[in-house]
């Protein structure tokens, strides 16, 4: 209930006129379901391995930010509505077998745990591809759009090298994914 008044709130104050018109139209709810997809193949050790209360709810957080995000895009009312599902077209579940494939192909170590965890690795390789075909075909740039994609590009790029990117059994990633 707090989080359907904030999101009201958001919505209601970030438009000029009052109306229910947000500035949604440029996220893709493809790339938002990729993520969500990453980070549950990710972190299914969260049901394994206990490493600290701080890493738990970091994966929490992320999970559960991740698969509100896809929702709201789905099922709220107000932004549902300002979603632009007529230009978000990107046929995304293409991408998510060629990425399992090659995780089922190159890894470390042929378990489960280890298959999915490189299959984060490849599809969140891929996961911005839809937004990116999303901004080219609507050609409609807002400054928060293009903060988000910034970001989203920055964090996948960031990630990519930083050292502290662990192995799910706390070595460090060997495996090389291009950015």
């Given amino acids: 209930a707090i ?82 599902k007529d230009q978000d077209t990107f046929r995304h579940y293409f991408l998510v077998l060629p990425c399992l494939v090659l995780a089922l192909l190159i890894n ?16 969140e390789a891929v996961a911005i591809l839809p937004q990116l075909v999303l901004l080219q075909r609507t050609r409609n740039i807002d400054n928060l759009t293009g903060q988000y994609v910034f970001l989203l590009g920055y964090s996948l790029s960031s990630g990519g090298i930083s050292a502290n990117d662990k192995h799910p059994n706390n070595q460090i990633c060997h495996v090389s994914v291009p950015v």
């Fill in 3 to 84: 989080v359907d008044l904030y999101f009201s709130y958001f919505c209601n104050s970030s438009t000029v006129d009052g109306s229910i018109a947000i500035k949604y139209r440029g996220v893709s709810l493809k790339t938002q379901e990729l993520y969500a997809l990453v980070f549950a193949a990710r972190y299914l050790d969260i049901f394994t391995n206990y490493i600290s209360l701080y890493n738990t709810v970091m994966k929490l957080i992320f999970l559960g930010s991740s698969f509100s995000i896809v929702w709201y895009m789905r099922y709220h009312k107000i932004v549902r509505r300002s979603y632009d």
């Fill in 108 to 123: 470390e170590k042929f378990t489960f745990k280890e298959v999915m965890w490189t299959f984060s690795l490849y599809l």
